[in-house]
C-alpha cells in the first residue's frame, strides 16, 4: 500500500493516542501512542475505531482519509494493574531526580544495595541517580559511602505514577488529546 502524505506537514508529527474500549488510554506509563502508520494499519484491519483526526490527509491511489488523532480498540484489553518495572517507570516514581543530591540531568539508575553484594534489580532496591553520583558511590553499601537515598525505594501503584505524571506530560501532546488525559487534573488543590 503506497500513502501519500500531504507534503506541507511532516506525518511522523502526528501520532494517534491509543485508547482502550472504555475510552481510557490503553497505557499511561508509557503513554499509549502509535505512529500514523500503525495507527492507518488498525484502522484498515477494523480493530480500531476513529475518535479524532488531525487535519493532514494522506492519500493512496484507492483512498485518502485524513490521519487519526485518538483512536480506540473495538475490544477491550485488561490493562495490568501494577505498573512495568521500566527504566522510565523508576525515573517517573523519583521525579526524574537524582535520589543523592537531587540533580535532574546526566541520570542513569543505581542499585542502592550493589549487584556486587547481592542487590537485587528491583523496585525496592533502584533509584535513579545522577552520573557523578553513581560513581561516587560505586559498588559500596549505603552506610559505606554515606549516601542514601532520599525516599526509600518502593513499588508505586498506578495512582503514585499518575500524580507523578502530571508533572512531566509527554513531550507531544496533540489538543484532541486532553480530552482523554489528565481530566482529573483540576481535581488536585
Ligand atoms: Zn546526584
New binding site residues.
Given amino acids: 500500500m503506497t500513502v501519500h502524505v500531504q507534503p506541507s506537514v511532516s506525518a511522523e508529527a502526528c501520532p494517534a493516542l491509543v485508547l482502550n474500549a472504555d475510552y481510557r488510554p490503553l497505557s499511561y506509563f508509557p503513554l499509549s501512542i502509535w505512529c500514523w502508520q500503525d495507527a492507518i494499519k488498525a484502522v484498515f484491519l477494523d480493530r480500531v475505531n476513529i475518535v479524532s483526526e488531525y487535519d493532514r490527509m494522506v492519500r493512496s491511489p484507492s483512498f485518502e482519509m485524513r490521519l487519526p488523532s485518538v483512536v480506540s480498540l473495538k475490544t477491550y484489553v485488561q490493562p495490568s494493574r501494577n505498573p512495568a518495572f521500566t527504566r522510565f517507570n523508576v525515573f517517573l516514581r523519583d521525579r526524574f531526580t ?6 535532574r540531568e ?1 541520570l542513569t539508575f543505581d542499585h542502592v544495595i550493589p549487584r556486587s553484594k547481592g542487590g537485587l534489580t528491583t523496585w525496592e532496591n533502584v533509584v535513579a ?6 560513581l ?1 558511590k560505586s559498588d559500596q553499601l549505603p552506610r559505606d559511602a554515606e549516601m542514601w537515598p532520599r525516599q526509600t525505594p518502593y513499588a508505586p501503584d498506578l495512582h503514585d505514577l499518575h500524580r507523578a505524571g502530571r508533572h512531566f506530560p509527554p513531550n507531544f501532546l496533540h489538543e484532541s488529546w486532553l480530552d482523554y488525559l489528565y481530566w482529573d487534573t483540576e481535581l488536585e488543590p
Avoid: E, L, T
Avoid at 98 to 103: I, P, R, T
Avoid at 129 to 134: D, K
Fill in positions: 537524582c535520589q543523592y543530591c537531587g540533580a546526566d541517580a545522577c552520573s557523578p553520583c553513581n561516587r
